[in-house]
């Protein structure tokens, strides 16, 4: 399968992907943990793929997303941002609100 559509087909399983370095238990960088305490916080269910266990998606990732750094958040298939909007949204509460429109929480 074609890394563009593994990504697709990733994406397009469940609800809300967080693609990030490290996994949810075990972040391996500061942005990539904030992302999934707020992703926690709201109390919603989801997808994490760890971007160091393929360097191929890692890269391509970047280019279908047109969003060069990680994590990136998607949510019924859409990128919503990176680190710096997940936080925002949480803190503003638009990431609860999008989380329960997706039917993701």
Same mark, same amino acid.
């Given at each position: ?32 943990? /904030? ?7 709201? +109390?919603?269910?989801?997808?994490? @793929? ?5 360097? $191929? #998606? ?13 994590? /990136? ?7 919503? +941002?990176?680190?710096?909007?997940? @936080? ?5 509460? $638009? #990431? ?10």
């Amino acid at each position: 399968m074609e890394v563009v559509d593994r990504i697709k087909d990733t994406i397009g399983s469940d609800p809300v992907v967080l693609f990030m370095k490290g996994t949810p238990d075990f972040p391996q960088c500061g942005f990539s943990a /904030q992302a999934v305490a707020a992703l926690r916080a709201c +109390g919603t269910e989801f997808s994490a @793929v760890n971007i160091f266990e393929d360097p $191929e #998606l890692r890269e391509a990732l970047k280019s279908f997303s047109n969003w060069p750094t990680y994590p /990136q958040l998607y949510v019924g298939g859409e990128l919503v +941002g990176g680190c710096d909007i997940i @936080v925002e949204m949480y803190h503003s509460g $638009e #990431l609860a609100k999008l989380l329960e429109q997706g039917d993701a929480a």
